[in-house]
T-cell receptor, first 110, second 114 residues
Framework: GQQVQQSPASLVLQEGENAELQCNFSTSLNSMQWFYQRPGGSLVSLFYNPSGTKHSGRLTSTTVIKERRSSLHISSSQTTDSGTYLC????????????FGDGTVLTVKP | NSKVIQTPRYLVKGQGQKAKMRCIPEKGHPVVFWYQQNKNNEFKFLIN????????QIDMTEKRFSAECPSNSPCSLEIQSSEAGDSALYLCASSLGQGGETLYFGSGTRLTVL
């Protein structure tokens, strides 16, 4: 089965609403990263978060290893947050090689 | 954010033609990765390097692709004979180390094979 599963597959919000994106994994974990992919394709690193909680502006990432999940919380969403959010993990192979989830496509309407 | 530079942004080739793309990793990053993202948005690891040495590569890369990361020159990924199924976004990433390090991605090269 798929090692990394993201949910929901897509999400539509009104501007100002909050979003909770989930990433569940079935393998052991060496590292976890969250990325934002712009419609044009470039990947922006949001968090490197192998465990615990990290904050960056309106974004919060929480990884709970024993529950094999990581989440990305977006507060007070803006139209410019629209795009695809990807989680990716390095499954403890110490190679740095990432396994990506299928992504969550977020649309924020004005 | 990321200072990984990929060129060209877009590449159009006919079947059987060579397709070459380049990547300049972030300064000081010895590890470079190439990924392919297909039209279904699925990521496939292709190859990675530490300095000039290949660390890992998949079978497809070994057979039809050539890649290198020479010192003091951009890294490159070349498809020797393009196929329609090679149409994808090719993403280069660099990091400080092999494991437990953040990967920083470039903007990608979007290859279309006609």
């Amino acid at each position: 089965g798929q090692q990394v599963q993201q949910s929901p597959a897509s999400l539509v919000l009104q501007e100002g609403e909050n979003a909770e994106l989930q990433c569940n994994f079935s393998t052991s974990l060496n590292s976890m990263q969250w990325f934002y992919q712009r419609p044009g394709g470039s990947l922006v690193s949001l968090f490197y978060n192998p465990s615990g909680t990290k904050h960056s502006g309106r974004l919060t990432s929480t990884t709970v290893i024993k529950e094999r999940r990581s989440s990305l919380h977006i507060s007070s969403s803006q139209t410019t947050d629209s795009g695809t959010y990807l989680c990716a993990l390095d499954p403890n192979t110490n190679t740095g090689k990432l396994t990506f989830g299928d992504g969550t496509v977020l649309t924020v309407k004005p | 954010n990321s200072k990984v530079i990929q060129t060209p942004r877009y590449l159009v080739k006919g079947q059987g033609q060579k397709a070459k793309m380049r990547c300049i990793p972030e300064k000081g990053h010895p590890v470079v990765f190439w990924y392919q993202q297909n039209k279904n948005n699925e990521f496939k690891f292709l190859i990675n390097f530490q300095n000039q040495e290949v660390l890992q590569q998949i079978d497809m890369t070994e057979k039809r692709f050539s890649a290198e990361c020479p010192s003091n020159s951009p890294c490159s990924l070349e498809i020797q004979s393009s196929e329609a199924g090679d149409s994808a976004l090719y993403l280069c990433a660099s990091s400080l180390g092999q494991g437990g390090e953040t990967l920083y991605f470039g903007s990608g090269t979007r290859l279309t094979v006609l």
